[in-house]
Each structure stands twice: as structure tokens, then as C-alpha cells.
């Protein structure tokens, strides 16, 4: 696995701040970031984000979670 540069959540900040029209589930953020950080760590860090009102998450009624930068 190649050397990180930053943090998983200052990775789906930057990246969801670029594409603010976008909802992307996990599996898009692990693909985007090239499989730096684990899917396990990218939905802690989006957790993380949600509570401090950074992201949004939209549950659809499959029970997929979609994730876009917070207003």
C-alpha cells in the first residue's frame, strides 16, 4: 500500500468540496482515492464528518448511503 499524504477525512473534504453537486457512496470515495485508505476507513472518517455537520448522508430505501459535502 503506498505511503499516505493526509487523512482520509481531509481527502473526502477536498474531494467532495470539488464536486459539491455530487453524492457519492463509499465505494466511489475508496475508488477516487485509488484504494489509499480501506472502505472501513473512509466510512469512519465520514462518520466522523457527519458529526460535525461537515457531510450529509441520504439513505435510500435500499439502505445505501450517499454522502455530499454538508450546505
Known amino acids: 500500500m503506498p505511503k499516505t499524504k493526509g487523512t482520509a477525512a481531509e481527502f473526502i473534504v477536498k474531494l467532495l468540496r470539488e464536486h459539491p453537486d455530487y453524492e457519492m457512496q463509499v465505494d466511489d470515495i475508496y475508488e477516487e482515492g485509488e ?4 472502505k472501513a476507513n473512509i466510512s469512519n472518517a465520514l462518520t466522523r464528518l457527519l458529526d460535525k455537520g461537515v457531510v450529509t ?3 435510500d430505501e435500499n439502505r445505501s448511503a450517499w454522502w455530499s ?3
Open 35 to 38: 484504494h489509499v485508505w480501506t
Open 57 to 59: 448522508r441520504v439513505t
Open 69 to 71: 459535502i454538508a450546505g
